[in-house]
């Protein structure tokens, strides 16, 4: 998984005090989660430990915390950054479907403000964004979708142009021939750039209280949800 994927998800977990434990060729450190993803994780361990993991080392890593399992995951290390009385350790999960399996809906909070399983539709999922009473609209793609939001991609131009705004309207037609299209209020609840790419990834939550006909359209998300999920769970069966 890309940088800028793991970066788009990652969430701050200073105050949930997970620890953190890293087992590789270059041997064992204790140490703590300063931000998590789906995708990835940045630990930062004492140099009094004189941890040297070197940049593409293959790891365990194993995540503690009193409000959570255990979680133990194969990782690689991405990055090292060298501090006075630290180092930080980017690390990128070796399998992230293996890490939401595990996943219990404690935990999910610390990894995005959906608790609700997210999918990566299969298919391209155009979007359209339109500023409520305001005559601006533009298009994307969806990134990923739950139960109570969506992750879409939209050029910079069009994020300049919703710096200022905090709730949208949505639509989107899900893959299937009778269904009609999707059309909800949302909030944007997070925006970051994707490095590399004329791109800006931006996360919404569907606004139950403003959206007509809210239950009758999460539930076809739902469903779409589901069928992606299964899929996933059957790879995860045949792997």
């Known amino acids: 998984m ?3 994927r793991r970066n788009a998800y990652r969430v701050a977990v200073a105050g949930a005090k997970i ?3 890293i087992d590789g060729e270059s041997g064992h450190a204790v140490g703590h989660a300063l931000d998590l993803s789906l995708h990835g994780a940045t630990i930062c361990i004492s140099l009094d430990q004189s941890p040297s993991f070197f940049v ?3 790891v365990t890593l194993s995540l503690h915390s009193t409000r959570m399992r255990p979680v133990e995951v194969i990782a690689t290390v991405q990055a090292r950054t060298e501090h006075e009385r630290f180092r930080r350790f980017g690390i990128a999960f070796a399998n992230p479907a293996v890490l939401h399996a595990k996943l219990g809906t ?4 610390f990894f995005n403000e959906r608790a609700a399983f997210r999918a990566e539709p299969l298919v391209t999922l155009p979007v359209s964004v339109q500023v409520p009473d305001h005559e601006f609209t533009t298009t994307g793609q969806i990134r990923d979708i739950s139960a109570d939001g969506v992750g879409i991609v939209i050029d910079r131009r069009s994020e300049k142009a919703l710096s200022r705004v905090r709730e949208v309207r949505v639509e989107f037609k899900l893959p299937s021939a009778d269904q009609q299209p999707t059309v909800l209020r949302a909030s944007i609840r997070h925006r970051s750039r994707l490095h590399g790419d004329d791109a800006v990834y931006v996360g919404l939550l569907f606004d139950p ?3 007509s006909d809210f239950s009758s359209q999460q539930q076809n998300i739902i469903e779409y949800v589901t ?3 299964g899929d996933l769970l059957q790879q ?3 792997a």
């Open 227 to 229: 069928a992606l999920q």
């Open 209 to 211: 209280d403003t959206s």
């Open 56 to 58: 593409g080392e293959t």
């Open 2 to 4: 890309s940088k800028e």
């Open 106 to 109: 404690g935990l999910m909070q």
């Open 19 to 21: 620890s953190a434990e």
């Open 236 to 238: 995860l069966v045949v």
